[in-house]
């Protein structure tokens, strides 16, 4: 019997999705997974270093596999790396009744703006936000589709999926085609309901109306959602969530797509993961000192521990 779930799987201060084929690459492993354990995805997002799932599955831990298994040979391939990607333990938490799910609903959609990468959740372009009530938001715009034939190129020629997977020419399924997008505009009710959720304040409010579920389960808020993720103290995102963030400073996708160019063109190497400490110590100085990013942001890019910088 299937039931409702939200996930998260997170690489603690190691980036999962270091340039835009990784974000393809990782909803398109996504999407397979769901088609391989018979699940129903409902929302996500992807952030650089963790991902929120919610989805209806008879077994969370076996769609989770069916998930990370292929993505991670994937980024190992490319970025000549070795090993787990992502913590050992994944985050799970069965989700039941309307308001309890509609909240799970709403801060898998906000996870940009909590974690102060998107002013709201609609800017930003890794997450089901924009593929719900499309229409009546005005959001017509519609890429052109791949044939079926060149989409091994995007998911690799032993992906199973269905027919009705449909893949942009930029290589990753639509979310219209992967997810149950009407199973969602009916949980939320009306484009006007999802535009208040999309920019509610987290609140005792909120937390109480979910008492009404009568399930025994806790509210769904910040803490409770963001457990599995070991980045940004909750405090720091209910600043974000008030629009309180540097959303001018460089992103982690631009940082890492322009090291692991640096690394092949000044240091011949494949990708950040070859360099030296060294090496990396000498990006990372002139990071810091000339271009003022942020001691963390350079650690999680350059794969480096505290100790090593």
């Known amino acids: ?45 992807f952030m650089s270093t ?7 599955t008879s077994s969370p831990d076996e769609f989770m596999y069916a998930f990370r298994q292929p993505y991670s ?15 050992r333990e994944h985050f799970t938490m ?13 801060y898998t959609l906000r996870n940009a703006l909590h974690h102060g990468v998107a002013p709201i959740p609609y800017a930003y372009p890794h997450c089901s936000a924009n593929a719900i009530f499309s229409r009546d938001m005005g959001k017509w715009k519609k890429e052109s589709l791949l044939p079926c034939k060149s989409h091994y190129k995007y998911i690799g020629r032993r992906a199973e999926y269905p027919d009705y997977y449909k893949m ?57 959602i963001e457990q599995g993720v070991a980045i940004d103290n909750t405090s720091k995102m209910r600043l974000f969530e008030k629009g309180k963030g540097d959303y001018r400073k460089i992103s982690d996708i631009e940082l890492c797509t322009e090291l692991d160019q640096m690394a092949r063109k000044k240091y011949g190497r494949y990708s950040v993961y070859e360099l030296s400490l060294k090496e ?26 505290k100790n090593e910088i």
């Open 73 to 87: 040979m994937y980024f190992n391939h490319k970025y000549h790396r070795k090993g787990r990607l992502g913590e």
């Open 280 to 305: 990396k110590n000498e990006i990372a100085k002139d990071l810091y000192r000339v271009r003022h990013i942020s001691e963390y942001q350079i650690r999680r890019c350059l794969v480096l521990q």
């Open 94 to 106: 069965e989700v039941a009744g309307y308001h309890h799910t509609i909240a799970a609903a709403s």
């Open 168 to 224: 942009t020419e930029s290589g990753v399924f639509t979310r219209e085609s992967v997810l149950d997008i009407p199973q969602v505009e009916a949980l939320f009710g009306t484009a006007r309901n999802f535009n208040f959720y999309m920019s509610r304040k987290s609140s005792e409010e909120w937390e109480a109306e979910q008492q009404k579920d009568e399930n025994g389960q806790a509210p769904v808020n910040l803490d409770l």
């Open 50 to 56: 963790h991902t929120h799932q919610l989805i209806q």
């Open 1 to 45: 019997m299937k039931k409702t779930y939200h996930l998260c799987l997170s690489a603690s201060e190691e980036i999962m999705f270091r340039d835009l084929e990784d974000y393809h690459r990782g909803f398109n492993c996504f999407a397979c997974a769901l088609y391989k354990t018979e699940s129903t995805g409902l929302v996500e997002s």
